[in-house]
């Protein structure tokens, strides 16, 4: 039998192949460093994300495979209660430090999340009304995307954002990276939150529970790679669920509001909370019944979201998390890895192609639909083994 240790290693050198693979999507008109070195190993590795396309596509299937292969196995040993929440620890820790120093190679978000910061901090101006067209002498804006639009988000955002950009120090990489670990900081609060939160309403499967969002490949390339900020969203939220219900709900309330001041996705936790403080106690709500209505609305408001804008695969982070804090169902664990496979292999078309306009549109929500109706067809299959 295959130790615990070289499985652990073998996961590990995935995530390393994960963190140089990468770099192969550096954008062409970015230079991290000025060293000739350092130029030289950028260049190579963008030779292959830029001017070998098939190849590059190729390695990042091997490695989005590798990772589901891993995670289901990960799941295996937490259901079987075979996983030590201590390895559990171990992994998340050692993944968070690696992809910490990764490209951010599926997104432009983050740049987008500096140069807002930036606009306050270096140009003293508000980005609520200034976008980053409006500073056309800015190098950042070679390597940018977006750049018509205007601030987004909620202040709350900008809030913690603006002590990050102050360190900097007007230096992009240093920039760059603390703003990495600000979004690392916020996945391994998350992670933490969703396993004290099962320990309160799920003891028996806070390490399964733990482990199903931990090492979803979806939220390790979203949140660890690329960076989004609903990582911030999502980790005010569960502070919110957790101090709920274990210790004020009024202070639990105003924490999901401080969430939905980064992002308005998670406001949808306020129904559920204002139902359990009507005065007729048999509207109450057990924790059950709450997390399955936040799931839901969450859903809702994905859905919602697909009919004003394109669906991206970070969305699925809104609703993550609150199915983590359900007792497992192996329905609901089946959907999830085909929807989390489904929205990651979209990639494959950019970096193929290089674009997804015409009828890449087509076939990228093809390649999306296939793993999602492949695992509904799976779960169904499954109807006769052992309920989990």
Same mark, same amino acid.
């Given at each position: 039998m295959i130790s615990g240790k070289i499985i652990s290693y073998a996961f590990i050198f $995935?995530?390393?192949s994960l963190f140089l693979y990468s770099f192969t999507q550096v954008d062409l008109s970015l230079t991290f460093s000025q060293a000739s070195i350092l130029q030289s190993v950028q260049k190579s590795f963008q030779q292959l994300g830029y001017f070998n396309r098939p190849l590059s596509t190729a390695i990042y299937l091997l490695i989005i495979f590798a990772l589901f292969i891993y995670f289901v196995y990960f799941l295996s040993l937490a259901y079987r209660k075979k996983l030590d929440i201590k390895l559990v620890r171990n992994l998340v820790v050692?993944? =968070?430090?690696?992809?910490?120093f990764s490209y951010i190679a599926f997104s432009y978000d983050l740049f987008?999340?500096?140069?807002?910061?930036?606009?306050?901090? /270096? &140009?003293?101006?508000? #980005? &609520?009304?200034?976008?980053?067209?409006? &500073?056309?002498?800015?190098?950042?804006? =070679?390597?940018?995307? !977006? @750049?018509?639009?205007l601030y987004p988000y909620g202040p709350i955002w900008l809030i913690l954002t603006l002590p990050v950009s102050l360190a900097g120090l007007k230096v992009f990489?240093? @920039? *760059?990276?603390?703003?990495?670990?600000?979004? @690392?900081?916020? *996945?391994?609060? =998350? $992670? *933490?939150?969703?396993?004290?939160?099962?320990?309160?309403?799920n003891p028996g499967y806070a390490i399964f529970n733990t482990a199903f969002f931990a090492f979803n490949p979806l939220?390790?390339? /979203?949140?660890?790679?690329?960076?989004?900020?609903?990582?911030?969203?999502?980790?005010?939220?569960?502070?919110?669920? *957790?101090?709920?219900f274990v210790k004020s709900k009024i202070l639990g309330i105003g924490l999901v509001i401080i969430s939905a001041l980064i992002k308005i996705p998670s406001a949808v936790l306020l129904f559920p909370m204002v139902i359990n403080l009507l005065p007729i106690k048999r509207y109450h709500l057990n924790s059950d019944h709450f997390i399955w209505i936040s799931v839901t609305l969450s859903v809702l408001g994905i859905?919602?979201?697909?009919?004003?804008? /394109?669906?991206? #695969? !970070?969305?699925?982070? !809104?609703?993550?998390?609150?199915?983590?804090?359900?007792?497992p169902n192996k329905y609901v664990i089946s959907l999830i890895v085909g929807v989390s496979l489904g929205l990651l292999i979209r990639y494959c078309v950019v970096l193929y192609y290089g674009n997804?306009?015409?009828?890449?549109? @087509? $076939?990228?929500n093809v390649l999306t639909v296939i793993?999602?109706?492949a695992s509904i067809i799976i779960a169904f299959c499954l109807k006769g083994v052992k309920k989990i």
């Open positions: $995935v995530i390393i050692l993944i =968070s430090v690696i992809l910490s987008n999340y500096i140069f807002d910061a930036k606009i306050i901090t /270096e &140009y003293g101006q508000n #980005p &609520y009304f200034h976008k980053a067209l409006d &500073y056309p002498q800015d190098p950042m804006l =070679s390597f940018m995307r !977006w @750049t018509h639009r990489a240093i @920039t *760059y990276f603390l703003f990495k670990f600000l979004a @690392t900081g916020f *996945y391994l609060g =998350s $992670v *933490y939150l969703i396993y004290k939160i099962n320990q309160k309403i939220v390790i390339i /979203e949140t660890l790679v690329s960076s989004h900020n609903d990582i911030a969203m999502v980790f005010f939220a569960l502070l919110g669920i *957790y101090l709920y859905f919602y979201s697909m009919t004003k804008l /394109e669906i991206q #695969p !970070w969305y699925f982070l !809104w609703v993550l998390p609150f199915v983590a804090l359900l007792k997804w306009d015409g009828f890449l549109v @087509t $076939v990228r793993p999602i109706l």
